[in-house]
């Protein structure tokens, strides 16, 4: 029994240490200074935070959490800017209902010159410490998994 709460707590003890690591790496991706809207990098910074829930005393999630600014800077839109079919441009939300309280989903587009860029700063670092991740699971989950596969079968 005490073998288990200990590969449990190992377990939490790497999955926590993972995401720390890379909370740092997004966070060197966070530009210094002001973005294109104007917007200053910093409350993105000091917003992003890391997550985690258990059930039975194991992790079973890991998340990440900052202001919605981090996903208009992901995306290069905002402020008269969108993205259509993954590209930035300029433009904006054509509103065909009277009520203003429905928002719609079509977006006209304007001319002008485009002084916006997507910013990988959150999925391209993350992307890149996914398979740190799946290794650390791996390791410690087989024993589990073939344990788990001898007692489904039938003797």
Known sequence: MT??????????????SWGHRTRQTIL????????????????LA?????????????????????????VFLQKGV??????????????ERINH???PKTKSTDF???P????????????GPL????ENLSDLVAEHKADQAILNFKRMKIQ
Not at 31 to 36: D, E, F, L, V, Y
Not at 78 to 91: A, L, P, Q, T
Not at 112 to 123: C, E, M, Q, T
Request: charged share 30%; net charge positive.
């Open 3 to 16: 073998e288990i709460i200990e590969n449990i707590e190992s377990f939490n003890k790497d999955i926590v």
């Open 28 to 43: 060197g991706k966070i530009p210094k200074g002001r973005h294109a809207s104007g917007a200053k990098e910093e409350p």
């Open 97 to 99: 209902s009277r009520n």
């Open 46 to 70: 000091r917003s992003f935070r890391m997550n985690t829930s258990k059930t039975f005393g194991e992790i079973d999630r890991i998340g990440f959490s900052f202001s919605l600014h981090g």
């Open 108 to 110: 006209r587009t304007i």
């Open 127 to 130: 992307q890149s410490r996914f």
């Open 112 to 123: 002008g010159v485009i002084s916006r860029r997507k910013l990988d700063w959150f999925n």
């Open 78 to 91: 905002g402020r008269g800017y969108i993205s259509k079919n993954g590209v930035v441009m300029r433009g």
